[in-house]
Structures are given as C-alpha cells and as structure tokens.
C-alpha cells in the first residue's frame, strides 16, 4: 500500500497513548471557516476528521487537542 493512503496519526510527545485511559475519547474543535472536527486518541495517537489531517497526517486542530491534554497531564 502506498503511503499516501496509509493511516496517520500525530503521536504525543509526553505520553505513550497504547492503552491510554484516554483512548476513545473525542474532542470537538471548532474550524476557522464554522466547521466543527473531532479529535479521538487512538493507540497510535491521534486523528482529526478533516481533510487537512487526512493529506498531512496533522493539522491545527489536531495539534490544539495535543497542547492542551498535555498541558492538562503536567
């Protein structure tokens, strides 16, 4: 499989997500343009619904969601 269609997600930095408490949970982020997306941690880390994520493998709302559950686990 190529890797443009491979699932990505934006791993933490501060914790391990692989059996997290936290896995499954779902995070609404509000888009610059209205849209709303939802960040779920994964036992590979996280994923965003937009289309954004799917192309790069991390976005802003992505990487919001990041920041502050770390910042919540210091």
């Known amino acids: 499989m190529a890797r443009k269609f491979t699932k ?4 933490p930095s501060s914790f391990d997500p692989k059996d997290h408490w936290m896995v499954g ?3 609404p982020v509000k ?3 209205g849209n709303e997306y939802l960040v779920t941690l994964h036992d590979k ?3 965003c ?3 954004g994520f799917a192309f790069h493998g991390y976005c802003k709302h992505s990487k ?3 920041k ?3 910042g919540a686990m210091r």
């Open 45 to 47: 880390g996280f994923e």
């Open 31 to 33: 888009g610059s343009k």
């Open 49 to 51: 619904e937009c289309t």
């Open 8 to 11: 990505r997600y934006l791993k």
């Open 25 to 27: 949970i779902e995070w």
């Open 64 to 66: 919001a969601v990041v």
């Open 68 to 70: 502050q559950v770390e």
